[in-house]
Structures are given as C-alpha cells and as structure tokens.
C-alpha cells in the first residue's frame, strides 16, 4: 500500500493506514454509483473519502506505467489549485493499493468544503434575483481560465459556492479529470456546456463572463450554446436509448 499524506496532517497516519479496511463502516455514505463517497469526522474535523472503483484492465497498466492514477491527480491537483489561489478543498492524503504489480484500489482524502450551496439550483429558476451570484460565477470562472485551469467535468455538481452578506465563494470539487494549457476562447467558451440545464442562465453567465474578458458578447454566447447544445442532446439521446432498453426488458 502507498500511503501520501498532506505533512500538515501527520496527525493523521495511523488512521490513514486502515483506512482501506475501516472504509466500509466509516462515517455515512453520501454518493454510492461507479464511485463511493463516504464524510466522516475525525478528532473535530470533517472530511471525506472517495473510493474509486477498481479501474478496467487496460487501465489498471496505464495507472501503473504511463500517467497517475485517479486519486494521485485529485491530490495533486488540488495541491496545485491552492498555489494557484482557486478555490477546492484542502487535500489530505491519498491511498494506492497494488495487486499483482498494477494499481488496483485507491482513495482520496480531503477536508470537508463548508459551502452549503451547489450550482445545480439553477437548473431551475432562472435568471431572476439571482444576478449577483452569476456574476459572481462567471468572475470566478474566468479567473480559473486565465490561470490556464480547464476542469473538464465542469459540472453544477461539482461547483459549490457560499453567501455570506456580498460576498460569494466557490470551490469545485472532482478534480482528477483536469487540465493545465492555456486556453483558446473557443476552449473556455465549450467549458460553459454542462454547468447548468437552463439556456437562459447559461446565456446570462457568458455574457458576463465575455464582458469581463473582453470579447463580443453575442459571438461568445453564441458560440458557447453550440456546446452547450450538443451536450445536452448527447445525453438526452443517452437517456432515451436508456429508457427504450429497459421497455423492451420489461
């Protein structure tokens, strides 16, 4: 077993050492499908662990010999966010268990994100007294662009934010799927195709988000729905080919 920890939590090796065994019954589970995400408190302090499932064969060698695995990038890059002054919670360690010389099992450890509230809301609801946040999103998004960060499951559920008086926060989360190149605008303007379900909001977010760089607003809106769209009909034809299998199984 390979054990990384944060130096700032030395406290916490021993725990960390059993923690593959202690994983099933540690705290409650908050997120069970390909992955599992458990939250659990330790000595005062919330934290939770995702456990990644064990990859496919072929990946197994890749994880082992050609590029890092799940957790190292989600450890990794949350290490390099912080340098970087963007906002995701405080890693902790990150676990890789070997079985016949190839990665089989692994976890991430991190601190607890405080913000209460996820981007999926506006899923629904529009646009509408809700200004001051989207502003604040799309400021926040173009920050993280510039510094040349492109998360590539920049997902409503993988965002979450906090208000507290005029001040807004974000901190995304599920980093291992992340990329460090400096982005074209066509790039972060694509980025803008799966954060949220509602047109109206994503227009509203790149407009803002245009303006703040600079660029002609109507193009880059534009621009973005073409994304935007054939992400959404990808999964809507994904669903419906879903549904039609399990009519025809019934």
């Known amino acids: 077993m390979k054990l990384v920890l944060n130096p700032s939590y030395r406290r916490l090796e021993k725990f960390m050492q059993e923690l593959p065994l202690s994983f099933p019954t540690l705290g409650e589970c908050i997120y069970k499908a390909r992955n599992e995400l458990r939250k659990f408190s330790y000595e005062g302090q919330s934290y939770v662990v995702k456990s990644y499932k064990v990859p496919l064969f072929v990946n197994r060698v890749a994880y082992t010999f050609f590029r890092p695995g799940k957790a190292k990038r989600a450890y990794e890059y949350a290490l390099r966010l912080h340098d970087m002054g963007i906002e995701t919670p405080t890693p902790v360690a990150y676990i890789e268990i070997k079985r016949g010389g190839l990665l089989w099992h692994s976890f991430f450890v991190s601190e607890t994100c405080p913000y209460p509230r996820m981007m999926r809301e506006f899923d ?17 998004t173009a920050d993280v662009h510039e510094k040349g960060v492109l998360h590539l499951d920049y997902s409503a559920g993988n965002i979450l934010f906090d208000k507290q008086g005029d001040q807004i926060r974000f901190s995304i989360l599920d980093l291992n799927r992340m990329r460090f190149v400096r982005m074209t605008p066509k790039m972060c303007l694509a980025n803008f195709n799966r954060f949220c379900h509602d047109e109206a909001v994503v227009r509203y977010v790149v407009a803002e988000y245009a303006r703040l760089r600079g660029w002609d607003e109507a193009v880059s809106v534009e621009e973005a729905l073409v994304a935007y769209r054939e992400f959404w009909t990808r999964i809507e034809r994904k669903e419906a080919l879903k549904r039609r299998r399990k009519s025809l199984e019934a």
Do not use: H, N, Y
């Open 124 to 140: 629904s609801g529009g646009v509408a007294g809700r200004e001051d946040i989207l502003k604040a999103f799309a400021a926040f």
